[in-house]
């Protein structure tokens, strides 16, 4: 056991996460953004896509590994 790489496994968590809060999706690690308007935002990541549903969606945060969409969220899919 490498208590190195355990060290930064925990810093730097590179496992895929969803959070579902009300009116907010945050998704960490993802690949790529393949869409985005105003009803729509697909997120790619290594096992597929999401696709987020709703009206007047923003992407309020938006870093190399993570993102924030918030509107009225309707709907959200895993592909």
Sequence with gaps: MNPIKNIRSFIL??????????N???IVNYTDIGHFDRNKVQV???EGEIF????????SKLLKDEILIE?????IELK
């Excluded at 968590?13 to 009300?22: A, P, S």
């Excluded at 987020?52 to 992407?59: Q, S, T």
């Design 13 to 22: 968590e590179d496992d895929f996460r969803l959070n579902v809060l009300k």
């Design 24 to 26: 907010k999706v945050n």
């Design 44 to 46: 790619k990541y290594k």
């Design 52 to 59: 987020v549903y709703g009206e007047n969606l923003v992407v």
């Design 71 to 75: 509107g009225n969220i309707q709907n």
